[in-house]
């Protein structure tokens, strides 16, 4: 069974600088997709990121990127210049058809 | 619409009683999905539905729940004889029918069972 794991339950980090939230997987899968959600307060889930697994590039959408190592099934998410209002809960979440499978979250929290 | 929408936003009721939740899906959108969200944890999938084809329902934790999606739009979940345990955030989704597609969420509905 495909499973997705985020050992972190919060982050913090100092405004301005890069955190990394980490998020491994579980599959036979060959090809799949994996997504990066937030989660603010408002309960408004926004899609950060979106990697394909056939790709080797690393998605990059402005000041998110991921490192994707697909043999590790690992799939973590870099935030540059954190702002206040990347404050969120952020959620891995893996698709091979129509069902999404989802982490636990980690709850990244913005330092002043 | 410009977006997903649900209905109500918050739901109080008590034990026992039936509710019904309401998901209004992006125009055009075919895949429509429901899941639950308790305090502090992920998402849950509770049904999905593509068009005309007969839905998954293979996420529904109990025959208490179940979901209808009247002519291919609107959809309805419907919880029976509600539980304590019910309580948590209900999550609607739609996506076009390609399988890299992201999904659109809805900014769900809160359910408080008393």
């Known amino acids: 069974a495909q499973t997705v794991t985020q050992s972190q339950p919060e982050m913090s980090v100092q405004e301005a600088e890069t955190v990394t939230l980490s998020c491994t997987y579980d599959t036979s899968e060959s090809d799949y997709y994996l997504f990066w959600y937030k989660q603010p307060p408002s309960r408004q889930m926004i899609l950060v990121i979106r990697?394909?697994?056939?790709k080797q590039q690393n998605a990059t959408e402005n000041r998110f990127s991921v490192n994707f190592q697909k043999a590790a099934k690992s799939f973590s998410l870099k935030i540059s210049d954190s702002q206040l209002g990347d404050a969120a809960m952020y959620f891995c979440a893996y698709r091979t058809n129509y069902q999404l499978i989802w982490g636990a979250g980690t709850k990244l929290i913005i330092k002043p | 619409g410009a977006g997903v929408s649900q209905s109500p936003s918050n739901k109080v009721t008590e034990k026992g009683k039936d509710v019904e939740l309401r998901c209004d899906p992006i125009s055009g959108h075919t895949a429509l999905y429901w899941y639950r969200q308790s305090l502090g944890q992920g998402l849950e999938f509770l049904i999905y539905f593509q068009g005309n084809s007969a839905p998954d329902k293979s996420g529904l934790p109990s025959d208490r729940f179940s979901a209808e999606r009247t002519g291919g739009s609107v959809s309805t979940l419907t919880i029976q004889r509600t539980q304590q345990e019910d309580s948590a955030v209900y999550l609607c989704?739609?996506?076009?029918?390609?399988?890299?597609?992201?999904?659109?969420f809805g900014p769900g509905t809160r359910l408080t069972v008393l």
């Open positions: 990697q394909e697994a056939y």
């Open positions: 989704a739609s996506s076009l029918p390609l399988r890299g597609t992201r999904e659109f």
